[in-house]
């Protein structure tokens, strides 16, 4: 009885305490009784308990490694090479890499980090990878796998193998922790698709169509035949949902007992979500609060820089829907862990920049012309996750940059600091300075909206831009045609009833259904249809060339719906300029929105460069040195967001805002 009443007082005191399994907190003997823990205060405000009792808001830095990123031609990464020439030893590496973190305000070290950083003080964690280790295991079963057409597979929890194999991967990763007090929690695994196939139309039951896809006699699609044939609606969306509490159930009853076989104490950190969209039906995250001590997920949102907001909806990982919405993300995390009655701890965030040449087409994030930019949006998200009273912390991504990998594009501008071992300077000064004052910001509300970047400039009326008179040019505007043969459109279109896909159609301006006189100028009519051909449109475009300034204005005129209703997403200028090129041309990922003009464009076109002058008065290819020394923003879309429902025979006009200038500018001597 005493023992009960000292733990209900001791409740009262600190608040709801989350234990990663019969776990003792006290801060007043000062010395470690238990590991890492979670707990949500008398305000309402979850945190981690650290062993000494202390409440921690976590800041970690994912993958904070030696050896840097590897590459396909086995040529050492540029980062561990510079490493090797400059430090000694690892221990020498890691000192330095110790004084960096504690000077920018980082207190843990997320996943795959080095082991040279154990011991320092730094809480770390350890991830199992319950689904990897089948894939890269050649004798591993392979029922073990429901094999997916885009990208990993999904684990098989109705394999006869499947406990037998988490059992004997949680024994071979965890049996020989001991008593690491450092290690704050074990990631189940990372990223699992619970919704099936990108891009497939329904997320929430999409990974029952791929387990219907299984070859026949695969334990998975045997289950999922006779859970729907022991139902009277088998077949049904209904019994799809339930069929996927069963999937989520299983996968988390097994994996977190396995973990729990080989290890007691630590705490079970989930598996890592991509993002709000990335589990599926809502009973996976059910099913994840109510076998681990924390969820985590991996967010990688849109933000309004001149608004100062986080969206919900746009760049993250898993989310191929694409849209850019008003509705704001942390009123949703917040909605969700109240549901849930556990903390998130966000595994991955980042906001790359193309600043520098990075290409950046692959992976998560915003991208961002300058690293000034980058530092703000990095800024704003930190500040919303720090006021979130659901999140107990949060892991940046990720230490180094990426490393350019012989014939793909995988070079993102993820790091805090660059192969040649240079933080990058706005966002480490972010990061020192926001840290410093973080806890103290930590219960004060979310911060107001506010403008972290000036508007790029004031838009001007179409026929006032084609007029306008351009600074260093001479003589008298003339109008004429154009030949666009090196100039496409990429749009994105999608159906207004199901299934409501996006789709993406590039055209180029070569064969017009029709040509006829606008003004001064010509208008040509380009037909034009969504890949399935169920979604058919004309785009109607004119162009101005001004002969005295080189320049080109390309204008939307309209757009006419020829079939089915369809919603116009955007439309992407890309320029393709003539070979040879000094420099890479890199496209915009198409699957990543962007709120605002985002390409600063400088690259050679024959003798000279290309400009491009949009509607906001900003002038492409005009830019800054930049850290590298460099130049070169090379990625060559420009996006205009239309956003438009457009019904059977409606002709749609855009705004002043659909035009773009292209001006030929001659080579310095």
Same mark, same amino acid.
């Given at each position: 009885?005493?023992?009960?009443?000292?733990?209900?007082?001791?409740?009262?005191?600190?608040?709801?305490?989350?234990?990663?399994?019969?776990?003792?907190?006290?801060?007043?003997?000062?010395?470690?009784?238990?590991?890492?823990?979670?707990?949500?205060?008398?305000?309402?405000?979850?945190?981690?308990?650290?062993?000494?009792?202390?409440?921690?808001?976590?800041?970690?830095?994912?993958?904070?490694?030696?050896?840097?990123?590897?590459?396909?031609?086995?040529?050492?990464?540029?980062?561990?090479?510079?490493?090797?020439?400059?430090?000694?030893?690892?221990?020498?590496?890691?000192?330095?890499?110790?004084?960096?973190?504690?000077?920018?305000? =980082?207190?843990?070290?997320?996943?795959?980090?080095?082991?040279?950083?154990?011991?320092?003080?730094?809480?770390?964690?350890?991830?199992?990878?319950?689904?990897?280790?089948?894939?890269?295991?050649?004798?591993?079963?392979?029922?073990?796998?429901?094999?997916?057409?885009?990208?990993?597979?999904?684990?098989?929890?109705?394999?006869?193998?499947?406990?037998?194999?988490?059992?004997?991967?949680?024994?071979?990763?965890?049996?020989?922790?001991?008593?690491? =007090?450092?290690?704050?929690?074990?990631?189940?695994?990372?990223?699992?698709?619970?919704?099936?196939?990108?891009?497939?139309?329904?997320?929430?039951?999409?990974?029952?169509?791929?387990?219907?896809?299984?070859?026949?006699?695969?334990?998975?699609?045997?289950?999922?035949?006779?859970?729907?044939?022991?139902?009277?609606?088998?077949?049904?969306?209904?019994?799809?949902?339930?069929?996927?509490?069963?999937?989520?159930?299983?996968?988390?009853?097994?994996?977190?007992?396995?973990?729990?076989?080989?290890?007691?104490?630590?705490?079970?950190?989930?598996?890592?979500?991509?993002?709000?969209?990335?589990?599926?039906?809502?009973?996976?995250?059910?099913?994840?609060?109510?076998?681990?001590?924390?969820?985590?997920?991996?967010?990688?949102?849109?933000?309004?820089?001149?608004?100062?907001?986080?969206?919900?909806?746009?760049?993250?990982?898993?989310?191929?829907?694409?849209?850019?919405?008003?509705?704001?993300?942390?009123?949703?995390?917040?909605?969700?862990?109240?549901?849930?009655?556990?903390?998130?701890?966000?595994?991955?965030?980042?906001?790359?920049?193309?600043?520098?040449?990075?290409?950046?087409?692959?992976?998560?994030?915003?991208? =961002?012309?300058?690293?000034?930019?980058?530092?703000?949006?990095?800024?704003?998200?930190?500040?919303?996750?720090?006021?979130?009273?659901?999140?107990?912390?949060?892991?940046?991504?990720?230490?180094?940059?990426?490393?350019?990998?012989?014939?793909?594009?995988?070079?993102?501008?993820?790091?805090?600091?660059?192969?040649?071992?240079?933080?990058?300077?706005?966002?480490?000064?972010?990061?020192?300075?926001?840290?410093?004052?973080?806890?103290?910001?930590?219960?004060?509300?979310?911060?107001?909206?506010?403008?972290?970047?000036?508007?790029?400039?004031?838009?001007?009326?179409?026929?006032?831009?084609?007029?306008?008179?351009?600074?260093?040019?001479?003589?008298?505007?003339?109008?004429?045609?154009?030949?666009?043969?090196?100039?496409?459109?990429?749009?994105?279109?999608?159906?207004?009833?199901?299934?409501?896909?996006?789709?993406?159609?590039?055209?180029? =301006?070569?064969?017009?259904?029709?040509?006829?006189?606008?003004?001064?100028?010509?208008?040509?009519?380009?037909?034009?249809?969504?890949?399935?051909?169920?979604?058919?449109?004309?785009?109607?475009?004119?162009?101005?060339?001004?002969?005295?300034?080189?320049?080109?204005?390309?204008?939307?005129?309209?757009?006419?719906?020829?079939?089915?209703?369809?919603?116009?997403?955007?439309?992407?200028?890309?320029?393709?300029?003539?070979?040879?090129?000094?420099?890479?041309?890199?496209?915009?990922?198409?699957?990543?929105?962007?709120?605002?003009?985002?390409?600063?464009?400088?690259?050679?076109?024959?003798?000279?460069?290309?400009?491009?002058?949009?509607?906001?008065?900003?002038?492409?290819?005009?830019?800054?040195?930049?850290?590298?020394?460099?130049?070169?923003?090379?990625?060559?879309?420009?996006?205009?967001?239309?956003?438009?429902?457009?019904?059977?025979?409606?002709?749609?006009?855009?705004?002043?805002?659909?035009?773009?200038?292209?001006?030929?500018?001659?080579?310095?001597?």
């Amino acid at each position: 009885m005493a023992k009960i009443l000292m733990a209900m007082v001791v409740s009262a005191v600190l608040g709801t305490l989350v234990p990663g399994h019969a776990q003792e907190v006290s801060a007043a003997h000062g010395r470690r009784l238990s590991y890492w823990s979670v707990r949500k205060d008398a305000d309402g405000y979850w945190t981690f308990v650290d062993p000494d009792g202390r409440d921690v808001f976590i800041r970690g830095v994912e993958q904070v490694v030696w050896r840097g990123h590897g590459t396909p031609d086995r040529h050492p990464p540029a980062y561990k090479q510079r490493n090797i020439d400059r430090f000694r030893t690892r221990k020498d590496w890691a000192d330095d890499v110790e004084r960096q973190l504690r000077k920018w305000g =980082f207190n843990t070290l997320g996943s795959w980090s080095d082991d040279s950083l154990r011991g320092r003080g730094f809480g770390h964690f350890i991830h199992v990878g319950f689904s990897w280790a089948p894939m890269f295991d050649k004798d591993a079963d392979r029922d073990l796998m429901i094999v997916r057409k885009t990208g990993r597979f999904f684990p098989n929890v109705f394999s006869p193998q499947w406990q037998y194999h988490c059992r004997k991967l949680a024994k071979a990763r965890l049996n020989m922790l001991g008593a690491d =007090f450092d290690l704050v929690g074990i990631y189940l695994d990372g990223e699992l698709p619970w919704w099936g196939e990108n891009g497939c139309q329904d997320r929430e039951v999409g990974l029952c169509d791929v387990i219907c896809a299984q070859p026949e006699g695969h334990t998975a699609r045997k289950a999922y035949e006779e859970f729907m044939a022991s139902r009277k609606d088998g077949g049904s969306r209904e019994a799809k949902l339930d069929f996927m509490k069963v999937v989520a159930d299983r996968y988390f009853r097994t994996t977190t007992a396995a973990v729990r076989s080989a290890d007691s104490g630590h705490m079970i950190m989930g598996c890592m979500f991509a993002g709000l969209r990335g589990y599926g039906p809502f009973t996976t995250m059910e099913a994840c609060a109510k076998y681990c001590d924390v969820v985590t997920i991996d967010l990688y949102p849109p933000v309004d820089l001149e608004r100062g907001i986080v969206l919900l909806a746009g760049t993250d990982l898993a989310d191929s829907k694409g849209d850019m919405t008003d509705k704001e993300m942390f009123r949703e995390i917040d909605r969700i862990g109240k549901i849930i009655g556990k903390p998130f701890h966000v595994t991955e965030w980042s906001f790359p920049s193309v600043e520098g040449g990075f290409p950046c087409v692959s992976g998560g994030g915003m991208r =961002f012309r300058t690293q000034h930019e980058r530092a703000m949006a990095s800024r704003l998200f930190a500040e919303m996750m720090n006021a979130s009273p659901s999140i107990a912390g949060y892991n940046y991504f990720m230490w180094v940059d990426t490393q350019l990998r012989p014939g793909k594009t995988k070079h993102c501008n993820y790091g805090l600091i660059n192969e040649a071992g240079e933080p990058y300077a706005e966002l480490v000064k972010m990061f020192e300075e926001f840290h410093a004052t973080a806890d103290s910001m930590r219960k004060k509300g979310y911060p107001k909206p506010r403008r972290f970047v000036e508007p790029l400039g004031k838009v001007v009326p179409v026929a006032t831009f084609a007029q306008r008179e351009i600074p260093g040019a001479t003589g008298t505007a003339m109008l004429a045609d154009f030949d666009f043969s090196r100039v496409s459109a990429v749009v994105k279109i999608r159906a207004t009833e199901e299934p409501r896909k996006w789709e993406w159609r590039r055209f180029a =301006f070569k064969a017009p259904v029709k040509e006829e006189n606008c003004g001064k100028s010509v208008c040509r009519t380009y037909a034009m249809e969504s890949p399935r051909g169920r979604l058919r449109f004309t785009v109607t475009l004119r162009n101005w060339f001004r002969t005295d300034a080189r320049e080109v204005l390309v204008e939307v005129v309209s757009v006419e719906n020829k079939g089915e209703p369809f919603e116009l997403g955007a439309i992407y200028w890309r320029f393709t300029p003539p070979e040879p090129l000094s420099l890479p041309i890199f496209p915009m990922p198409q699957s990543h929105y962007t709120w605002r003009p985002w390409v600063d464009l400088s690259i050679p076109w024959g003798k000279g460069n290309l400009h491009i002058l949009s509607p906001d008065n900003t002038i492409y290819g005009d830019t800054r040195e930049n850290i590298t020394g460099s130049k070169a923003i090379v990625p060559p879309d420009l996006g205009y967001v239309v956003s438009r429902t457009i019904a059977p025979g409606e002709t749609w006009t855009p705004s002043d805002a659909a035009y773009y200038i292209i001006r030929l500018e001659d080579a310095a001597e």
